[in-house]
């Protein structure tokens, strides 16, 4: 759906703070309203079996819809945007888009949990069948086509294990097998990485992260390339699938911010990243930015900057230390998500989801995700953390 007259014409920060807005219709006032509706009332019959209207029924959009729609399919460098309720939805549309039953479906071994889930649950339970491949694969890929692969599922860096994949190597295959190419690009976002440019036909997002920003969204964004775009629509409209209204105005609020949030969660990422690759606790850091990381090169080739989601492993230790690392941090909540204004983190043992590959640690893995805190206090708050691991019998 969305705002169709916006066509990219300055720095990515500018269209981040100017597309989408159209205070001309909103008497002047900056954001735009937020529209709570279902019903949509036409003048006569005539022009109701026409469906004619600019919103023909709620869920269908509306103007604060459009408004984030047309931000993301420009900052995308898309043909259109749908939203979801969720990252997850959003997933499952761009899916159901481009599958039938009897088609082959390649899917990153590093993907986001609740992807497999959706991929080993309901994907397969329609007919498609469901294959996980390495993600550092790159143009390997092509061993694993087959004359009935439709999709190849993308997600770099993995969210947990940060992998970073060769996205354009995958995708020049695919193309060569006209294959479709959906990629969850949440951990970069637009700012950092645009798929699109390189070929993928559909980008993924999970807006309840750092597109919100704030914590308070659940919200997914889909965006289709030309190809891609007309399925795209059409299967959101058939499921339908909508973000509530109060959801998606948050989603674009947070928006206007995310180019200062990233920058600067980008420096405090990689100083708190640097320096827990220093501490004797750590046995590996698992982030793409820093010049240790085994796919570093693909990331600085690919990417414009680096989120402040990012993995650590530790030495070996018992869960009693693992537990009095964690749980004595100050600034640092335990909880699922990420991208949001606060630093979080997550114990993680990938081994039981693991298909293609094999998780190799003999310690435990930790992800972080750093907030806007001040990086000196976050750091003193993992110094006090370390010894409470050391003390309860971690190993250095």
């Known amino acids: 759906m969305g705002i169709k007259d916006h066509k990219r014409s300055h720095r990515i920060d500018t269209d981040i703070v100017t597309v989408g807005r159209t205070p001309e219709e909103q008497f002047g006032y900056v954001n735009p309203p937020v529209y709570r509706g279902s019903t949509v009332l036409y003048p006569d019959v005539a022009h109701f079996q026409r469906r004619d209207a600019r919103y023909p029924y709620g869920r269908y959009g509306s103007p604060t819809t459009d408004s984030l729609e047309a931000a ?140 919100g920003g704030h914590s308070d969204v659940m919200l997914g964004t889909v965006t289709g390339n030309e190809k891609a775009w007309p399925a795209l629509k059409a299967t959101w409209q058939m499921v339908g699938e909508c973000a509530g209204p109060d959801v998606v105005w948050l989603g674009q609020r947070g928006l206007r911010t995310l180019s200062v949030r990233l920058r600067q969660q980008m420096a405090a990422g990689i100083e708190v990243a640097r320096w827990l690759e220093t501490q004797p606790e750590v046995a590996r850091v698992l982030h793409p930015a820093l010049e240790s990381h085994p796919d570093h090169a693909l990331w600085k080739r690919d990417f414009k900057g680096a989120t402040s989601l990012f993995s650590v492993v530790m030495n070996p230790g018992p869960k009693e230390a693992l537990a009095a690392f964690l749980d004595g941090l100050e600034l640092f909540g335990i909880g699922a998500s990420w991208g949001g204004y606060e630093s979080l983190c997550l114990p993680f043992d990938p081994r039981a989801v693991r298909t293609a590959t094999t998780w190799h640690a003999d310690g435990p893995a930790v992800r972080f995700h750093i907030g806007l805190e001040d990086t000196a206090d976050i750091i003193e708050d993992l110094k006090a953390g370390l010894e409470r691991w050391r003390k309860a019998g971690g190993g250095a």
């Open 72 to 211: 993301m399919t420009l900052l995308e460098g898309g043909a259109g945007t749908v939203l979801a309720s969720s990252g997850l939805a959003a997933i499952a549309i761009a899916l159901q888009s481009q599958l039938k039953a009897g088609d082959h479906l390649l899917v990153t071994d590093s993907c986001y949990a609740p992807t497999r889930s959706f991929c080993d649950g309901i994907m397969t339970r329609f007919g498609v069948s469901v294959e996980y491949y390495d993600p550092r694969v790159g143009a390997g890929i092509a061993d694993l086509i087959r004359p009935e692969t439709a999709v190849i599922f993308l997600e770099s860096p993995g969210s947990h294990t940060f992998e970073v994949q060769d996205v354009p190597a995958i995708v020049a295959t695919a193309r060569e097998h006209d294959i479709a190419t959906i990629i969850d690009n949440t951990w970069a976002t637009p700012l950092f990485f645009r798929p699109l440019e390189v070929g993928v036909d559909i980008a993924i997002h999970a807006a309840t992260k750092y597109i």
